[in-house]
């Protein structure tokens, strides 16, 4: 699917992002399985991840950067219509985890609900928020990638657990004011003949949590790393590439890219694959790991603050995730 012509340009007027107190670090795994620091950073470039509070839930992250992103856009949470959650790690499996967002932030007239499109799901939501304000339907959307992965890990899995980590970023979108830049293109896929080299195969209504099968820990992560590594880099450098070109632009007037933080070598393989030299690549995967539908979030929210770019600046996200999901936005800033 893609599109580029919205009929209102749609701009992201503030960003925001929060990341639980705990530090895990690769150290600390070593007592938990059998890895090292030096297997965890040469694989992956992952050094350290947050680890969300017993108790602290996936809507107490999103509503944390939800109230960061409203402040840094000068916008009240009452006059937002809009609430788009991307996650697979939601609260409770019904309601949405927008809906106690809403309730936390008190966003009253707000549409809430999530997005399911794994480490997608922050730029799914940015489509459709994008479409529905584009399209006159309102005009101010919160749109959040939240997840608790540490919630669905098998922590006696070393295969996973060293991966993942838990945070939520957030972004305002509203429709573009007099000085402010555009969303200039998006391209979004899915290729569900690959549903199962990531996946949480427990839990849901395929395969429910029982005492016969509690011991198996279904309801975590898995995934067949090296195949889900071949179609991260493939298809993100593709998906890249068609917003690239469908925006106008080239390597050369991209200030920055900001890919899902999945994996070290992955971005890498992408940078090079698109000629876009290293420092026009964020990366804060080190700090944090994978945090799916958070992690292109939380990046764009700290490459916003640190100034990798500014009014008027290109820039481009790429994601990857379950699904097979992938998506891809330029954005004039
Ligand atoms: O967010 C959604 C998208 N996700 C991704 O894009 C992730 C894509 N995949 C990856 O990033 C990489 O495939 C991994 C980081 C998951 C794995 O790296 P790899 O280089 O593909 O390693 P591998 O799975 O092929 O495993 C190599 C070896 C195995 O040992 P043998 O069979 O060669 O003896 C594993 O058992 O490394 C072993 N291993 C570990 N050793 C120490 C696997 N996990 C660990 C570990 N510590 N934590």
């Given at each position: 699917?893609?599109?580029?012509?919205?009929?209102?340009?749609?701009?992201?007027?503030?960003?925001?992002?929060?990341?639980?107190?705990?530090?895990?670090?690769?150290?600390?795994?070593?007592?938990?399985?059998?890895?090292?620091?030096?297997?965890?950073?040469?694989?992956?470039?992952?050094?350290?991840?947050?680890?969300?509070?017993?108790?602290?839930?996936?809507?107490?992250?999103?509503?944390?950067?939800?109230?960061?992103?409203?402040?840094?856009?000068?916008?009240?949470?009452?006059?937002?219509?809009?609430?788009?959650?991307?996650?697979?790690?939601?609260?409770?499996?019904?309601?949405?985890?927008?809906?106690?967002?809403?309730?936390?932030?008190?966003?009253?007239?707000?549409?809430?609900?999530?997005?399911?499109?794994?480490?997608?799901?922050?730029l799914y939501a940015m489509k459709v928020a994008q479409d529905m304000i584009a399209a006159g339907t309102y005009k101010n959307a919160l749109i959040i990638g939240a997840e608790k992965l540490s919630a669905f890990t098998n922590w006696s899995d070393r295969n996973t657990c060293v991966l993942f980590g838990d945070g939520a970023g957030a972004a305002i979108l509203t429709a573009s004011k007099e000085g402010q830049g555009r969303i200039l293109a998006t391209e979004l896929g899915t290729n569900g003949s690959q549903t199962s080299i990531l996946n949480i195969p427990g839990g849901g209504s395929a395969c429910p949590t029982t005492i016969a099968n509690a011991d198996q820990k279904l309801a975590s992560l898995a995934m067949q790393g090296r195949e889900v590594f071949k179609h991260a880099v493939n298809v993100m450098k593709r998906s890249a590439e068609a917003v690239i070109e469908e925006a106008g632009l080239s390597p050369e007037n991209i200030q920055q890219v900001i890919p899902h933080q999945a994996n070290l070598r992955i971005i890498d393989a992408i940078a090079d694959r698109l000629t876009i030299p290293n420092d026009k690549v964020f990366v804060n995967l080190h700090k944090y790991g994978n945090t799916s539908a958070a992690a292109v979030a939380i990046a764009l929210d700290e490459a916003h603050r640190e100034k990798k770019f500014e009014r008027g600046d290109n820039i481009v996200l790429v994601g990857f995730g379950a699904g097979l999901t992938w998506a891809a936005v330029a954005i004039e800033w």
């Open positions: 699917m893609s599109a580029t012509n919205s009929r209102i340009p749609v701009a992201i007027a503030g960003t925001g992002s929060y990341l639980p107190k705990r530090v895990m670090t690769n150290k600390d795994l070593e007592s938990i399985v059998d890895t090292t620091d030096e297997w965890i950073t040469s694989r992956t470039g992952i050094k350290s991840r947050h680890i969300a509070a017993e108790g602290e839930n996936t809507s107490d992250l999103a509503t944390e950067a939800a109230k960061n992103a409203l402040e840094n856009a000068g916008i009240e949470a009452a006059d937002i219509d809009l609430i788009i959650v991307g996650t697979i790690t939601p609260d409770t499996l019904t309601p949405a985890t927008a809906c106690y967002v809403q309730h936390n932030i008190g966003a009253v007239k707000a549409l809430a609900f999530d997005v399911s499109a794994a480490c997608s799901g922050f």
